[in-house]
């Protein structure tokens, strides 16, 4: 079978974004900027960035090789987990519903303390998330990733592990897809939940700009992080950019620098 990426001959990946994010629009204008990836070796690592510019449908990219890699997407994940446990009634109110502590110690400290789906994913809580996937269950998020067309859909590798180290992967094209489909509100889901997942999302404000973005990194569960994600949007006045980046956390500092080169390529392509 022929995938959408083959049959356009694995152009730049920043003009692989699926059509279905630009009904109604033409399609998206897109650069590759050599600028942004020199970012991440000035970091001393290596690392992608896209940037989806909404009003003048323009994607924007460092490179055209890692930005259509797919990676285990690790707390990423909390954004569509939300969402199901909204949808599925798994969790009826993000402020209300309390997810006690099991009274587990874990090194994380912030982890070890009774939740709500608010403060779970603003403290990226996985035992939490692991615990709403257990109760959504295999054929429940199945379907519904399935629905949102997230990643590669195989949820392999256990029902509280394929984000983590199972079978799971999304591309940074992929994943900003998804979240510009969240972010207009065009999920196959009720308006409620997607409208209270943007609400929980966490916020960072930079001068008169605000992002809403969550973080994801591999193997922050036994201590031993690889890679780091950040994806989400940014909006300076009524302009908004949607976003996604990784980056190989080859040191303690690389794991802080995911939102520091972010906000140093969001700015770099003027949408903060």
């Known amino acids: 079978m022929i995938t959408r990426r083959q049959a356009l001959g ?62 285990l997407p690790a707390s990423t994940f909390k954004i569509p987990n939300s969402l199901i446990a909204l949808e599925t009634g798994v969790v009826e109110d993000p402020d209300k519903d309390v997810f006690p502590w099991d009274g587990v110690k874990r090194p994380i400290e912030t982890w070890n303390k009774d939740h ?15 615990e709403i996937a257990r109760r959504i269950g295999q054929e429940r998020m199945q379907k519904y990733v399935d629905l949102f067309e997230y990643g590669n859909r195989d949820i392999g590798g256990g029902i509280d592990q394929f ?10 094209v992929e994943q900003v897809d998804f979240v510009d489909r969240l972010r207009r509100g065009v999920l196959p889901i009720s ?5 209270l997942v943007r609400d929980i999302l966490p916020v960072t404000k930079v001068a008169d700009a605000v992002i809403r973005a969550k973080t994801g990194l591999l193997g922050a569960e036994q201590g031993k992080p690889s890679l780091g994600w950040l994806v ?12 996604a980046l990784n980056v190989d956390c080859r040191e303690e500092r690389h794991i802080a620098a995911r939102m520091t080169l972010a906000q140093a390529c969001l700015a770099d392509i003027g949408a903060i």
Request: charged letters at 25%; a neutral charge.
């Open 116 to 130: 709500t789906l608010r403060s779970a994913i603003a403290a990226s809580v996985v035992p939490v998330y692991q």
């Open 163 to 172: 984000w983590l180290t199972g079978n799971l992967r999304i591309d940074p």
């Open 10 to 71: 694995l152009v730049a990946a920043a003009t692989l974004l699926p059509q279905r994010s630009f009904a109604h629009v033409a399609p998206p204008r897109s650069e590759i900027r050599e600028s942004l990836a020199k970012r991440f070796a000035d970091a001393g690592t290596e690392g992608t960035f896209v940037g989806y510019m909404v009003d003048e449908y323009l994607v924007i990219a460092s490179d055209k090789d890692r930005s259509g890699e797919g990676k």
């Open 191 to 195: 308006k409620r939940s997607q409208d």
């Open 232 to 243: 989400g949007w940014a909006e300076k006045g009524s302009a908004q950019t949607v976003f």
